[in-house]
């Protein structure tokens, strides 16, 4: 067994609390509190939880795999379809029968209790050609029902939007053109250059909405990428209900936030990962990315709404509600990655609908859900400038006083990794080749003042990303899992030829002295935090970390938190009854040849790791759960890399 333990010098700050003690708020939302999981976050408040209970601390170290599902993905004939990233899909479990999809958007209908295939549909996405971006992979997909018909809704990476019927697996023929709709249409600019847009998570669909968001990037470095617009289609029949600019346009509020008319330019400024939705509210939330280009901003100077923004929109006809900003300006890619959280909490005796947005800045945004309404004050700070040509950093940026961030933000030296001596001083040595600073410092051009680049803390990986936090609704309790994963970040003038922009991004990541990180620990942590009060309740290190470097072995230090570097797109937190359900890869916490994962159970109460569970593959996609037949399962997408696809589903041997 892990205890978990904190140590006098990591320097983190941990806030007490007694958790029994936590404010008990009986939910309105639908959360998951039966067997089925309808959706990509369990339910569309993204709470990620279900109170089922069979699986408990008593007899998880017990958990078999009860049944493997090898993505059919892997039966394309050689030649057809192309390579694809780790496989993370989220599958869903309704009325008895389980969907999920591959990364080349096929759509399967699995036995529970199984896994044999009732049905399995290809809509043959990748015959549009391979997606022109990186991580190639779709998240997941949605389940609607209007209590006669019931649809899977997936969007592919082909940019196809597509009405699945989800009793025959066949595409609703009502459905656009024969249950397809072309994602590369209705962006509302720059259709022609429709090779640049993607799809990645599941659109969300509330009533007879099916709203869809875009995964757009700077391929090729070029200023031509077109606006993540977020797109509303009818469930039945397919037709476009609404757009919403996320860039606004011709005429739209806003506008003078992108100077130089730079609206009409500028894209990305995406909705990429999940979003979530009070379905009683009839309210949809999206989180929104950065514009182009993410690094450097003087072809769109200006606040730049709405990037890096919560949007609350009214889901039947796309009007705006409210919104806030998290990032103006946005130098340092940090998008909004994750879906937020909604949960109802009562806070000074008074009981609030509430949305809680984690981010990559460490910092939790907590907002009334219907009003916009700020729950504890969110100040604008000074931060610092640019010194780069032809940027303007803005003066100020949104700091929370409540809740206190969960992970490590900027850098000073106070921060460098000192276990030793020698490691304190090669750790200054290093760090003096960077600009050091808090949170919002800028990126340099390299070279500037004899500098390298920026040291910035958290990273554009975050503090927390896409899979974003978990809560139970029952307590008002959000867990968060986060990893400080810093970059060093500088501008550089790209080759003749190869962009139009004056400058692109290089990044440093893994510098630190004799191979350890720069900073010191945790590296990788799950935080607590009451929403009731926006306190912390406790903040635990998630992984050991690198305690068995030569340099370190002698001291027999407590885990550290892992520092794998893709800990922050992967995986999330399964929420039971009374425990907290995620992974660990083993070549972190075994050796670095092992190629599987530790399926790790903590106690909900105190963050202890209470049991553990060997799993051959590598696991990569957030965990669920569900009940069938008087059974609870667990189930996690997992392999990808070495053509190794599957659906790995978890259960007691009795």
Same mark, same amino acid.
């Given at each position: 067994?892990?205890?978990?333990?904190? +140590?006098?010098?990591?320097?983190?700050?941990?806030?007490?609390?007694?958790?029994?003690?936590?404010?008990?708020?009986?939910?309105?939302?639908?959360?998951?509190?039966?067997?089925? *999981?309808? =959706?990509?976050?369990?339910?569309?408040?993204?709470?990620?939880?279900?109170?089922?209970?069979?699986?408990?601390?008593?007899?998880?170290?017990?958990? @078999?795999?009860?049944?493997?599902?090898?993505?059919?993905?892997?039966?394309?004939?050689?030649?057809?379809?192309?390579?694809?990233?780790?496989?993370?899909?989220?599958?869903?479990?309704?009325?008895?029968?389980?969907?999920?999809?591959?990364?080349?958007?096929?759509?399967?209908?699995?036995?529970?209790?199984?896994?044999?295939?009732?049905?399995?549909?290809?809509?043959?996405?990748?015959?549009?050609?391979?997606?022109?971006?990186?991580?190639?992979?779709?998240?997941?997909?949605?389940?609607?029902?209007?209590?006669?018909?019931?649809?899977?809704?997936?969007?592919?990476?082909?940019?196809?939007?597509?009405?699945?019927?989800? &009793?025959?697996?066949?595409?609703?023929?009502?459905?656009?053109?024969?249950?397809?709709?072309?994602?590369?249409?209705?962006?509302?600019?720059?259709?022609?250059?429709?090779?640049?847009?993607?799809?990645?998570?599941?659109?969300?669909?509330?009533? !007879?909405?099916?709203?869809?968001?875009?995964?757009?990037?700077?391929?090729?470095?070029?200023?031509?990428?077109?606006?993540?617009?977020?797109?509303?289609?009818?469930?039945?029949?397919?037709?476009?209900? *609404?757009?919403? !600019?996320?860039?606004?346009?011709?005429?739209?509020?806003?506008?003078?936030?992108?100077?130089?008319?730079?609206?009409?330019?500028?894209?990305?400024?995406?909705?990429?990962?999940?979003?979530? #939705?009070?379905?009683?509210?009839? &309210?949809?939330?999206?989180?929104?990315?950065?514009?182009?280009?993410?690094?450097?901003?003087?072809?769109?100077?200006? @606040? !730049?709404?709405?990037?890096?923004?919560?949007?609350?929109?009214?889901?039947?006809?796309?009007?705006? +509600?409210?919104?806030?900003?998290?990032?103006? =300006?946005? +130098?340092?890619?940090?998008?909004?990655?994750? #879906?937020?959280?909604?949960?109802?909490?009562?806070?000074?005796?008074?009981?609030?609908?509430?949305?809680?947005?984690?981010?990559?800045?460490?910092?939790?945004?907590?907002?009334?859900?219907?009003?916009?309404?700020?729950?504890?004050?969110?100040?604008?700070?000074?931060? #610092?400038?640019?010194?780069?040509?032809?940027?303007?950093? =803005?003066?100020?940026?949104?700091?929370?006083?409540?809740?206190?961030?969960?992970?490590?933000?900027?850098?000073?030296?106070?921060?460098?990794?000192?276990?030793?001596?020698?490691?304190?001083?090669?750790?200054?040595?290093?760090?003096?080749?960077?600009?050091?600073?808090?949170?919002?410092?800028?990126?340099?051009?390299?070279?500037?003042?004899?500098?390298?680049?920026?040291?910035?803390?958290?990273?554009?990986?975050?503090?927390? !990303?896409?899979?974003?936090?978990?809560?139970?609704?029952?307590?008002?309790?959000?867990?968060?899992?986060? #990893?400080?994963?810093?970059?060093?970040?500088?501008?550089? @003038?790209?080759?003749?030829?190869?962009?139009?922009?004056?400058?692109? &991004?290089?990044?440093?990541?893994?510098?630190?002295?004799?191979?350890?990180?720069?900073?010191?620990?945790?590296?990788?942590?799950?935080?607590?935090?009451?929403?009731?009060?926006?306190?912390?309740? *406790?903040?635990?290190?998630?992984?050991?970390?690198?305690?068995?470097?030569?340099?370190?072995?002698?001291?027999?230090?407590?885990?550290?938190?892992?520092?794998?570097?893709?800990?922050?797109? @992967?995986?999330?937190?399964?929420?039971?009854?009374? %425990?907290?359900?995620?992974?660990?890869?083993?070549?972190?916490?075994?050796?670095?040849?092992?190629?599987?994962?530790?399926?790790?159970?903590?106690?909900?109460?105190?963050?202890?790791?209470?049991?553990?569970? %060997?799993?051959?593959?590598? %696991?990569?996609?957030?965990?669920?759960?569900?009940?069938?037949?008087?059974?609870?399962?667990?189930?996690?997408?997992?392999?990808?890399?070495?053509?190794?696809?599957? +659906?790995?589903?978890?259960?007691?041997?009795?």
């Amino acid at each position: 067994m892990i205890k978990s333990i904190f +140590l006098p010098n990591l320097q983190i700050c941990i806030v007490c609390g007694i958790f029994a003690s936590c404010s008990q708020v009986e939910p309105d939302l639908d959360v998951s509190l039966g067997g089925e *999981w309808r =959706h990509a976050g369990g339910d569309h408040s993204s709470a990620k939880y279900t109170a089922l209970s069979q699986i408990d601390s008593s007899n998880f170290s017990e958990l @078999e795999i009860a049944w493997r599902w090898q993505s059919a993905d892997l039966r394309l004939p050689e030649g057809v379809g192309y390579g694809t990233a780790d496989y993370r899909a989220v599958p869903l479990v309704v009325n008895g029968t389980m969907y999920v999809n591959t990364n080349h958007g096929m759509v399967a209908a699995l036995d529970p209790e199984s896994g044999n295939e009732l049905w399995l549909f290809d809509p043959e996405s990748y015959r549009n050609g391979p997606p022109i971006q990186t991580n190639i992979m779709i998240r997941g997909i949605e389940y609607w029902t209007d209590g006669d018909i019931e649809r899977i809704f997936v969007a592919t990476l082909g940019k196809q939007l597509l009405s699945i019927d989800a &009793i025959t697996g066949q595409p609703d023929p009502n459905f656009g053109e024969g249950g397809y709709i072309d994602l590369s249409q209705n962006l509302g600019r720059l259709e022609f250059e429709s090779e640049f847009i993607t799809a990645g998570a599941a659109p969300i669909a509330i009533d !007879n909405s099916l709203i869809v968001g875009s995964k757009i990037f700077d391929y090729g470095m070029y200023n031509r990428s077109p606006p993540g617009h977020v797109r509303a289609y009818d469930t039945y029949s397919g037709e476009l209900k *609404w757009r919403f !600019n996320t860039i606004p346009q011709m005429g739209e509020e806003f506008t003078e936030t992108w100077e130089n008319d730079s609206w009409r330019r500028a894209g990305n400024t995406n909705v990429w990962t999940f979003m979530s #939705a009070d379905d009683e509210a009839g &309210i949809v939330y999206l989180p929104t990315s950065t514009p182009t280009n993410d690094y450097w901003g003087g072809m769109r100077l200006g @606040e !730049n709404l709405f990037a890096e923004a919560i949007v609350a929109l009214d889901a039947d006809t796309g009007e705006r +509600l409210w919104y806030f900003q998290t990032v103006h =300006h946005g +130098l340092w890619d940090y998008d909004v990655a994750s #879906a937020p959280n909604l949960v109802d909490i009562v806070v000074d005796g008074q009981r609030i609908k509430a949305v809680a947005q984690i981010s990559k800045t460490a910092f939790t945004y907590v907002f009334d859900r219907i009003t916009g309404e700020p729950v504890w004050p969110i100040e604008e700070r000074p931060v #610092a400038s640019s010194n780069v040509p032809g940027e303007r950093a =803005h003066p100020t940026q949104p700091f929370p006083s409540k809740p206190a961030p969960f992970d490590r933000q900027g850098i000073s030296e106070d921060d460098l990794i000192d276990f030793t001596p020698e490691i304190a001083a090669e750790a200054k040595e290093i760090a003096d080749r960077f600009v050091l600073g808090p949170i919002f410092t800028p990126p340099i051009v390299r070279g500037d003042k004899d500098k390298l680049a920026t040291f910035v803390v958290p990273g554009a990986g975050g503090g927390a !990303n896409f899979p974003g936090a978990s809560i139970d609704p029952e307590t008002g309790i959000l867990y968060v899992p986060s #990893a400080t994963r810093p970059h060093g970040m500088s501008l550089i @003038e790209p080759p003749e030829g190869t962009s139009d922009w004056p400058f692109v &991004i290089q990044m440093e990541r893994q510098v630190g002295p004799f191979g350890l990180p720069l900073l010191k620990p945790p590296y990788r942590r799950i935080t607590a935090i009451d929403l009731n009060t926006g306190d912390h309740v *406790w903040q635990v290190p998630f992984g050991r970390g690198p305690t068995d470097h030569p340099m370190l072995e002698h001291l027999n230090l407590e885990p550290l938190g892992s520092v794998y570097d893709d800990v922050v797109a @992967e995986g999330g937190i399964l929420v039971t009854k009374t %425990l907290l359900i995620s992974f660990l890869a083993q070549k972190d916490e075994i050796n670095s040849n092992a190629h599987g994962s530790i399926l790790v159970a903590l106690d909900k109460e105190t963050g202890e790791t209470v049991a553990e569970v %060997l799993v051959d593959q590598r %696991l990569h996609g957030p965990p669920m759960s569900y009940m069938h037949k008087g059974k609870q399962y667990i189930a996690i997408a997992g392999g990808g890399r070495d053509g190794d696809d599957e +659906l790995l589903v978890f259960a007691l041997p009795y």
